[in-house]
């Protein structure tokens, strides 16, 4: 996708059905199973919600943050739908990493597919560290150079995509263990074919 602006992905977003699909990223629903029950979750950038809400539905206390309102509002109906309750912060990254810390740590982190420059997407590692508990859980899962070839969806600008070296100067404070992977997408209509990905499961030191 070539949007970058909250105005954009609204315009995105505006569509009547999930862009991105409804149901669960697959590397989250695989590795979920290694969140304690009721953590609390961050999942950044996650736009209509299909991973918040899902781990919500299995009884974790999530918060989907995104800075487009129409993905969120999508979020909102999609947990009311589903009879589950997901708190929304509509906020952009570059404002939020300089908000107070919450009161109550993360449990776990999820960014699966967050787009950010690379600059931002450092600071906003920076800042869910500090901020995380000891013991706490990350999943994330991004595309790597390679998939700018692949018309699979996702961005071509290399700023927005990510390495494994990314990941290790990115996540230093964290135990991750880290996977390049090819799979098939199989993600509303946005994400569709051969993918070229990294996957990160960490953990908080």
């Known amino acids: 996708m070539s949007a970058t602006t909250a105005e954009e992905w609204d315009q995105l977003y ?23 029950p009721a953590s609390r979750v961050l999942c950044l950038a996650d736009g209509e919600g299909r991973n918040g809400v899902w781990l919500a539905e299995r009884g974790h206390d999530v918060v ?4 487009s309102g129409v993905a969120l509002a999508k979020a909102r109906r999609l947990a009311d739908e589903r009879g589950v309750a997901v708190e929304t912060w509509q906020v952009d990254l570059a404002d939020w990493v300089h908000h107070p810390d919450p009161l109550r740590p993360w449990d776990a982190v999820v960014a699966i597919f967050a787009h950010l420059p690379a600059a931002l997407r450092r600071e906003v590692a920076a800042t869910v560290s ?15 150079p390679a998939q700018a070839t692949l018309g699979s969806g996702g961005p071509t600008d290399p700023d ?46």
């Open 64 to 67: 989907s943050l995104d800075f």
């Open 130 to 144: 500090r901020q995380a508990a000891p013991g706490a859980v990350l999943i994330l899962e991004a595309f790597t």
């Open 160 to 205: 927005l995509l990510v390495t494994r070296a990314d990941v290790a100067q990115d996540w230093a404070s964290w135990r991750p263990d880290v996977r390049l992977v090819e799979r098939r997408l199989f993600e509303g209509m946005a994400h569709q074919g051969l993918a070229s990905v990294v996957q990160v499961l960490g953990l908080r030191v």
């Open 14 to 36: 505006a569509h009547p059905n999930h862009v991105y699909g409804y149901r669960p990223n697959e590397f989250l629903r695989q590795q979920s199973r290694l969140l304690r």
